[in-house]
C-alpha cells in the first residue's frame, strides 16, 4: 500500500505562491514574538507552534487529499460472463453446442483457476446481465445484448480493481446499444473474448430478407422480393414458398449460384386493398441442417389507403387525351380531375373544359390552381400536350416545388409540352429526368437489348424497366419485354435527351433516322417523383391491339399509380419495420398543413394497439425540426400494432395519420448464426484486451494475471476535514497557549 497526499484547491495555486504563504506565516510569527523577554530558545518553540498552527490552518483551505495505491492480488475481480441467448444452443462447438461448451470452459478450465488468486463472479448476458451459478448456464434468452451486457458489468464493478473482463459467446449481438458505450467514460476494462462455434461449414438455409412494396391504392399488384441462401448444401435446389396468412401462394425452385452465395427471388401479388395481410417467406427444413428459426421471415402489407388524387393539365382534347383519361378514371384507386385548354374566346381569354368535384372545380377555374394548397391537395399532376408558354413563371415555381417539397408525382408527355425550348430555363426543367437541349439520340445502347433491330416507333424495355412497376406487363422481365414488343408501334415519339445523373430510362424508341431516344424516364426529386413520356399516339396500343389486350391501360395506371404512390399527407406517421418485442424505437409524427409548411408549435396525441388490448397512450416530445415530433415505443409481444397520431394546433385539429407495423416477424437472433469472430474481436480492441478461439480459452489465464501485475487501484480521502486534523490545530494552539503562560506571557 503506498499512500500520497495531494491538493485541490478551491482557486489556482502555484508553488511560488505557496512559498510565499510559508514565509508571510513564518514572518508573522516572528513578528507576534519579536519584542519578547523570553530567552532565545523558549521564544523559538514558541514561534515553531504559532507557525505550525497557521500553515496546517493554510493547508487545510487547500483540501489536501490522501492518495492510496496497491498492486496486490487480493480482492480482484475477473468477472466471467457467458453469453446465454438462444443462439448459443447451435451444436457446432466440436460436437457440443455452443452453451454446453461454454459451461464446460467455465467450469473446467477458467473458474478453478481464476478462483485460486481472483474473485471470479460468474454472470449470464442475454436480455441484461445478471449472476448465475454453472448449474443453471442454460441458452434461454430471446436476445443477446453485449454490449449493453458488458456496459452494466463495468459500471457495476466501477472502482474495484477488475484486471479483465472474460466473454463467452458467438458474437451474434442484437441488442440496440453502440459499441462505443463500452468505453466511453475513459475507465475501460480490458476484455478477453472467446468465440465460440463455427465461423463457417455450417449447414443452413435461411431467409435473409423479405420487403414489400406498399399497397396505397386497391387493386393494385405489389413485388415481393425475398432474399435467401444456402451454405454447405453446394448448388443443391431448393424452394422458396410465399404464405400469405397461413395459405400457401405460390412456390419457387431456386438453384444457387454458389454455395453460400445469396439469392433473390421476387413474387408479384395482389393483396386483399380491406385488410392488413402478413406475408411469410419459407424454406423447408432440409435434413442435416443445423437451424430451423432462420427459415422464416414475414413482412405486412398493410390495406389501401384513402384514394390518389390526379389533376390532369391538357391542350386540345384528341384522341391521346380521351384514352388515357378514361384508363384513369375507371381506376377505382384514383380520383381525376382534368383542366382541358380549348383555346381563346372572342375576348382573348382562355376556355376551359373542367371535369372535377364541385369544390375542386372552382380552384381551376383558371386552368391553373391558383393557391398552393390548391395544387398540394393532389397526389400528382399531368401536364399532357400544353406550351410551356402557357403557364407563368410563379405556376411553373410552385410545380417544382409541388415536386420537390410537398412530395407530389409530374408527369409531363405530349410534343406541345416536350417542345424544342418550351421548358428550357423554367423552374421546371431541373425537375425532369432528362436533358432538354441535348436530343442527339446518344443514349447509350449497352444496356438496350435488341432495341437497334426494333422497326421505328415500337417500345423497347431497358434492362432496368422490364422489372419497373411503370412497365410491367408480365409476370416475369422476359415476359413483359416480349409484351411490348408485340404492341403496335407509335405513331412518333419526340426525341428527347440524355437522362439526368440519378434518373432511369424504362424504355427507348428508334427514330427513323436510326437515332434511339428516351420514350419513358423518371427520377426522384426531392421528396417527390418525376417522369417523361415522349410517345405520339398510345392510343394505337388500345385500338391496333386485340379487344382482350389491356397493355394500354395497365401502363397508364401503372404510370399514375407510381406517380401518386410516395405522396404523403400533411401528418405522417414514421415507424421502423423489422421490429422485434423488446425492442425500443421511435414513432415519428411529421406535422404539415395545407400547403406542406411544417406547423411549428403543434402538438399530437399518439397512441398504439395491438390485437385485443386498450390503446395504449405514448408520451410525445417535439424534436429540433419544426413540425416533427417524437415518442419512444416498446413492443412487448409480437402482432400486428396500429399507431394512430392526432396533430393539433392548440385546440385546432390539423389532421391524423395511422400507421400498420408488424412486430416479430423474424428471429434476429439467428441471423447468419456462424460464429461472428469479426464482431468479437473488435470488442476486445476497442479495450485493450484480446479474443481467441474456444480451443485455445487458456490463454486467457496468463493474459489476465499479466494485466493484474499492471492494474493499480487507486483510492482518494478527503484529509481536510477529518477529526483527527482539527484536533492536531487545537493541541498546537493548546500547547502555545500553556507554555505562553507558564513562561509569564499573556
Given at each position: 500500500?503506498?499512500?500520497?497526499?495531494?491538493?485541490?484547491?478551491?482557486?489556482?495555486?502555484?508553488?511560488?505562491?505557496?512559498?510565499?504563504?510559508?514565509?508571510?506565516?513564518?514572518?508573522?510569527?516572528?513578528?507576534?514574538?519579536?519584542?519578547?523577554?523570553?530567552?532565545?530558545?523558549?521564544?523559538?518553540?514558541?514561534?515553531?507552534?504559532?507557525?505550525?498552527?497557521?500553515?496546517?490552518?493554510?493547508?487545510?483551505?487547500?483540501?489536501?487529499?490522501?492518495?492510496?495505491?496497491?498492486?496486490?492480488?487480493?480482492?480482484?475481480?475477473?468477472?466471467?460472463?457467458?453469453?446465454?441467448?438462444?443462439?448459443?444452443?447451435?451444436?457446432?462447438?466440436?460436437?457440443?453446442?455452443?452453451?454446453?461448451?461454454?459451461?464446460?470452459?467455465?467450469?473446467?478450465?477458467?473458474?478453478?483457476?481464476?478462483?485460486?488468486?481472483?474473485?471470479?463472479?460468474?454472470?449470464?448476458?442475454?436480455?441484461?446481465?445478471?449472476?448465475?451459478?454453472?448449474?443453471?448456464?442454460?441458452?434461454?434468452?430471446?436476445?443477446?445484448?453485449?454490449?449493453?451486457?458488458?456496459?452494466?458489468?463495468?459500471?457495476?464493478?466501477?472502482?474495484?480493481?477488475?484486471?479483465?473482463?472474460?466473454?463467452?459467446?458467438?458474437?451474434?449481438?442484437?441488442?440496440?446499444?453502440?459499441?462505443?458505450?463500452?468505453?466511453?467514460?475513459?475507465?475501460?476494462?480490458?476484455?478477453?473474448?472467446?468465440?465460440?462455434?463455427?465461423?463457417?461449414?455450417?449447414?443452413?438455409?435461411?431467409?435473409?430478407?423479405?420487403?414489400?412494396?406498399?399497397?396505397?391504392?386497391?387493386?393494385?399488384?405489389?413485388?415481393?422480393?425475398?432474399?435467401?441462401?444456402?451454405?454447405?448444401?453446394?448448388?443443391?435446389?431448393?424452394?422458396?414458398?410465399?404464405?400469405?396468412?397461413?395459405?400457401?401462394?405460390?412456390?419457387?425452385?431456386?438453384?444457387?449460384?454458389?454455395?453460400?452465395?445469396?439469392?433473390?427471388?421476387?413474387?408479384?401479388?395482389?393483396?386483399?386493398?380491406?385488410?392488413?395481410?402478413?406475408?411469410?417467406?419459407?424454406?423447408?427444413?432440409?435434413?442435416?441442417?443445423?437451424?430451423?428459426?432462420?427459415?422464416?421471415?414475414?413482412?405486412?402489407?398493410?390495406?389501401?389507403?384513402?384514394?390518389?388524387?390526379?389533376?390532369?393539365?391538357?391542350?386540345?382534347?384528341?384522341?391521346?387525351?380521351?384514352?388515357?383519361?378514361?384508363?384513369?378514371?375507371?381506376?377505382?384507386?384514383?380520383?381525376?380531375?382534368?383542366?382541358?385548354?380549348?383555346?381563346?374566346?372572342?375576348?382573348?381569354?382562355?376556355t376551359f373544359v373542367i371535369q372535377a368535384e364541385r369544390d375542386r372545380g372552382q380552384t381551376l377555374a383558371s386552368g391553373f390552381p391558383a393557391r398552393r394548397e390548391d395544387l398540394y391537395a393532389y397526389d400528382a399532376v399531368v401536364v399532357a400536350n400544353i406550351e410551356g408558354r402557357f403557364f407563368t413563371q410563379e405556376?411553373?415555381?410552385?410545380?417544382?416545388?409541388?415536386?420537390?417539397?410537398?412530395?407530389?408525382?409530374?408527369?409531363?408527355?405530349?410534343?406541345?409540352?416536350?417542345?424544342?425550348?418550351?421548358?428550357?430555363?423554367?423552374?421546371?426543367?431541373?425537375?425532369?429526368?432528362?436533358?432538354?437541349?441535348?436530343?442527339?439520340?446518344?443514349?447509350?445502347?449497352?444496356?438496350?437489348?435488341?432495341?437497334?433491330?426494333?422497326?421505328?416507333?415500337?417500345?423497347?424495355?431497358?434492362?432496368?424497366?422490364?422489372?419497373?412497376?411503370?412497365?410491367?406487363?408480365?409476370?416475369?422481365?422476359?415476359?413483359?419485354?416480349?409484351?411490348?414488343?408485340?404492341?403496335?408501334?407509335?405513331?412518333?415519339?419526340?426525341?428527347?435527351?440524355?437522362?439526368?445523373?440519378?434518373?432511369?430510362?424504362?424504355?427507348?424508341?428508334?427514330?427513323?433516322?436510326?437515332?434511339?431516344?428516351?420514350?419513358?424516364?423518371?427520377?426522384?426529386?426531392?421528396?417527390?417523383?418525376?417522369?417523361?413520356?415522349?410517345?405520339?399516339?398510345?392510343?394505337?396500343?388500345?385500338?391496333?391491339?386485340?379487344?382482350?389486350?389491356?397493355?394500354?391501360?395497365?401502363?397508364?395506371?401503372?404510370?399514375?399509380?407510381?406517380?401518386?404512390?410516395?405522396?404523403?399527407?400533411?401528418?405522417?406517421?414514421?415507424?421502423?419495420?423489422?421490429?422485434?418485442?423488446?425492442?425500443?424505437?421511435?414513432?415519428?409524427?411529421?406535422?404539415?398543413?395545407?400547403?406542406?409548411?411544417?406547423?411549428?408549435?403543434?402538438?399530437?396525441?399518439?397512441?398504439?394497439?395491438?390485437?385485443?388490448?386498450?390503446?395504449?397512450?405514448?408520451?410525445?416530445?417535439?424534436?429540433?425540426?419544426?413540425?416533427?415530433?417524437?415518442?419512444?415505443?416498446?413492443?412487448?409481444?409480437?402482432?400486428?400494432?396500429?399507431?394512430?397520431?392526432?396533430?393539433?394546433?392548440?385546440?385546432?385539429?390539423?389532421?391524423?395519420?395511422?400507421?400498420?407495423?408488424?412486430?416479430?416477424?423474424?428471429?434476429?437472433?439467428?441471423?447468419?448464426?456462424?460464429?461472428?469472430?469479426?464482431?468479437?474481436?473488435?470488442?476486445?480492441?476497442?479495450?485493450?484486451?484480446?479474443?481467441?478461439?474456444?480451443?485455445?480459452?487458456?490463454?486467457?489465464?496468463?493474459?489476465?494475471?499479466?494485466?493484474?501485475?499492471?492494474?493499480?487501484?487507486?483510492?482518494?480521502?478527503?484529509?481536510?476535514?477529518?477529526?483527527?486534523?482539527?484536533?492536531?490545530?487545537?493541541?498546537?494552539?493548546?500547547?502555545?497557549?500553556?507554555?505562553?503562560?507558564?513562561?509569564?506571557?499573556?
Amino acid at each position: 500500500m503506498n499512500i500520497a497526499f495531494a491538493f485541490s484547491p478551491t482557486g489556482s495555486f502555484t508553488l511560488d505562491l505557496v512559498l510565499i504563504a510559508a514565509v508571510a506565516l513564518a514572518a508573522a510569527a516572528l513578528l507576534f514574538y519579536r519584542r519578547s523577554t523570553l530567552p532565545r530558545r523558549q521564544r523559538t518553540a514558541l514561534i515553531a507552534l504559532r507557525t505550525s498552527a497557521l500553515a496546517l490552518v493554510f493547508a487545510l483551505l487547500l483540501r489536501p487529499i490522501a492518495v492510496a495505491t496497491s498492486s496486490a492480488t487480493q480482492d480482484v475481480v475477473v468477472p466471467v460472463l457467458v453469453d446465454v441467448s438462444r443462439s448459443m444452443r447451435v451444436t457446432d462447438a466440436d460436437g457440443l453446442s455452443r452453451i454446453a461448451r461454454a459451461r464446460a470452459i467455465a467450469e473446467f478450465d477458467l473458474m478453478p483457476a481464476l478462483s485460486k488468486k481472483y474473485r471470479t463472479p460468474l454472470v449470464a448476458v442475454g436480455d441484461a446481465a445478471a449472476d448465475v451459478s454453472i448449474a443453471s448456464l442454460d441458452a434461454r434468452a430471446k436476445r443477446s445484448n453485449l454490449v449493453g451486457g458488458l456496459a452494466q458489468v463495468r459500471e457495476r464493478f466501477r472502482g474495484q480493481r477488475v484486471p479483465g473482463l472474460v466473454l463467452l459467446s458467438d458474437g451474434a449481438d442484437t441488442g440496440q446499444a453502440d459499441v462505443s458505450r463500452t468505453t466511453s467514460r475513459g475507465d475501460s476494462i480490458p476484455l478477453f473474448a472467446i468465440g465460440l462455434g463455427s465461423a463457417s461449414g455450417l449447414r443452413d438455409r435461411e431467409v435473409l430478407s423479405i420487403v414489400a412494396g406498399e399497397q396505397r391504392l386497391a387493386d393494385a399488384s405489389i413485388d415481393i422480393r425475398v432474399s435467401t441462401s444456402s451454405s454447405g448444401f453446394g448448388r443443391a435446389p431448393y424452394e422458396v414458398r410465399l404464405i400469405a396468412d397461413a395459405k400457401l401462394v405460390e412456390t419457387r425452385r431456386v438453384t444457387p449460384a454458389a454455395d453460400g452465395s445469396p439469392d433473390y427471388v421476387t413474387l408479384t401479388v395482389v393483396p386483399d386493398p380491406s385488410r392488413d395481410t402478413i406475408y411469410t417467406a419459407e424454406i423447408p427444413m432440409a435434413s442435416g441442417e443445423t437451424i430451423a428459426e432462420n427459415n422464416t421471415r414475414s413482412v405486412l402489407v398493410a390495406g389501401a389507403g384513402r384514394k390518389r388524387r390526379l389533376l390532369v393539365i391538357a391542350g386540345a382534347p384528341g384522341f391521346e387525351h380521351s384514352f388515357m383519361t378514361r384508363a384513369w378514371s375507371l381506376d377505382p384507386g384514383l380520383e381525376v380531375d382534368s383542366v382541358v385548354h380549348k383555346g381563346q374566346n372572342g375576348e382573348g381569354r382562355s376556355t376551359f373544359v373542367i371535369q372535377a368535384e364541385r369544390d375542386r372545380g372552382q380552384t381551376l377555374a383558371s386552368g391553373f390552381p391558383a393557391r398552393r394548397e390548391d395544387l398540394y391537395a393532389y397526389d400528382a399532376v399531368v401536364v399532357a400536350n400544353i406550351e410551356g408558354r402557357f403557364f407563368t413563371q410563379e405556376q411553373l415555381r410552385m410545380m417544382a416545388d409541388y415536386v420537390s417539397d410537398r412530395g407530389g408525382g409530374l408527369l409531363v408527355m405530349g410534343s406541345r409540352s416536350l417542345a424544342q425550348r418550351g421548358l428550357i430555363g423554367t423552374p421546371l426543367e431541373p425537375v425532369l429526368p432528362v436533358e432538354l437541349d441535348d436530343r442527339r439520340g446518344t443514349v447509350a445502347r449497352a444496356s438496350l437489348g435488341d432495341v437497334e433491330r426494333s422497326a421505328p416507333n415500337h417500345v423497347a424495355v431497358t434492362v432496368e424497366g422490364a422489372t419497373h412497376p411503370i412497365m410491367r406487363l408480365g409476370a416475369s422481365g422476359d415476359e413483359t419485354r416480349m409484351r411490348w414488343a408485340t404492341l403496335p408501334a407509335l405513331a412518333a415519339s419526340t426525341p428527347l435527351g440524355q437522362p439526368r445523373s440519378g434518373a432511369s430510362v424504362l424504355a427507348v424508341v428508334a427514330a427513323p433516322d436510326g437515332g434511339v431516344f428516351p420514350l419513358v424516364a423518371i427520377q426522384k426529386y426531392g421528396r417527390g417523383r418525376s417522369m417523361i413520356f415522349g410517345g405520339e399516339a398510345s392510343w394505337r396500343w388500345r385500338m391496333l391491339a386485340p379487344s382482350t389486350d389491356r397493355s394500354h391501360e395497365l401502363f397508364w395506371r401503372q404510370a399514375a399509380r407510381w406517380l401518386s404512390q410516395s405522396s404523403p399527407d400533411p401528418v405522417s406517421v414514421i415507424v421502423p419495420d423489422a421490429l422485434e418485442p423488446g425492442d425500443t424505437t421511435a414513432v415519428d409524427v411529421d406535422v404539415r398543413d395545407m400547403s406542406f409548411t411544417p406547423v411549428r408549435d403543434a402538438t399530437a396525441v399518439v397512441s398504439v394497439s395491438v390485437e385485443g388490448s386498450d390503446p395504449r397512450m405514448l408520451t410525445v416530445h417535439r424534436s429540433g425540426a419544426a413540425g416533427h415530433l417524437t415518442a419512444a415505443f416498446t413492443p412487448e409481444r409480437q402482432g400486428v400494432y396500429h399507431v394512430h397520431a392526432e396533430a393539433m394546433r392548440g385546440s385546432t385539429s390539423v389532421g391524423s395519420a395511422d400507421r400498420t407495423v408488424y412486430v416479430g416477424g423474424h428471429e434476429r437472433e439467428f441471423a447468419d448464426p456462424r460464429l461472428n469472430e469479426g464482431f468479437l474481436r473488435r470488442l476486445a480492441a476497442d479495450s485493450g484486451g484480446r479474443y481467441v478461439r474456444a480451443a485455445d480459452a487458456s490463454r486467457v489465464l496468463s493474459w489476465l494475471d499479466d494485466s493484474a501485475r499492471h492494474t493499480t487501484t487507486e483510492e482518494r480521502r478527503n484529509v481536510w476535514d477529518r477529526a483527527w486534523v482539527f484536533i492536531l490545530v487545537v493541541l498546537l494552539l493548546s500547547a502555545e497557549w500553556t507554555l505562553r503562560r507558564r513562561w509569564g506571557l499573556r
